[in-house]
C-alpha cells in the first residue's frame, strides 16, 4: 500500500508531484531507504544514491473479480498513458526502459543496481517510460504503472535521477 492510498487519479496533480521530484534534493551518496507515512506506515517514498521514487497514484481494491482486475489494469494502463502524452508535450518523446530484467537478474540472486532494487522493492515493476537528460535540468524521469501480482494494487510510480535511467544488462541465458 502507498500514501496515495483512496485518492482519485488527478493528472494535473501528478505533473505537478513529477515537477516537484525534479526540484527536490537529491542525495549523493548513501544507502537505499524507503518512506513510510508516519501514521499509517504506507509507503510515500523512496531515496537512494542520486534518485528519488515516489508513488502518483494507487488503484483501489478490487476484489477477487477477474474481470474487475481486467478494468483496474486498462484504466491504470490508460492514466499512465495520459501522463506520458503530457509529458511527452513538455519533453518530447520518451525512451522505454524494461524493468523485467532486473527482476530476472534478482531472482537470479544477482546484483541489481540500487534504483532498480528500489523499485522492485516496492513492487514498481512496469517498465519505465523515460526521459532525460532534461535540459537545464540535468535530470532524467521516469513513470510506470504496475503491480507485483494479480491480487495487488496498480501503482503508477515516478522516479526522477541525476544519472542516466538504463535497464541493466540481461542474464547471459536471456
Partial sequence: MT????????????????????????PATGPTAAEGDPDTGEWRATTGEGFRIVPLWESPDEGDDEDDEDAVEEAAEARLAALVAELETRWGPHHAVAVHVALLLRQEGASVPPLF????????????????????????????VGRSDGDAPMVLAA????????????????
Avoid at 124 to 144: I, K, M, N, T
Fill in 117 to 144: 532494487a528500489a523499485l522492485l522493492d516496492e513492487d514498481c515493476y512496469g517498465d519505465l517510460a523515460v526521459w532525460g537528460p532534461l535540459p537545464g535540468r540535468g535530470r532524467h524521469v521516469g513513470v510506470s
Fill in 3 to 26: 500514501a496515495r492510498t483512496g485518492e482519485p487519479f488527478d493528472p494535473a496533480r501528478a505533473v505537478a508531484d513529477v515537477e516537484a521530484l525534479l526540484a527536490a534534493p537529491l
Fill in 159 to 174: 522516479v526522477v535521477s541525476d544519472r542516466p535511467i538504463t535497464a541493466p544488462p540481461p542474464p547471459a541465458w536471456l
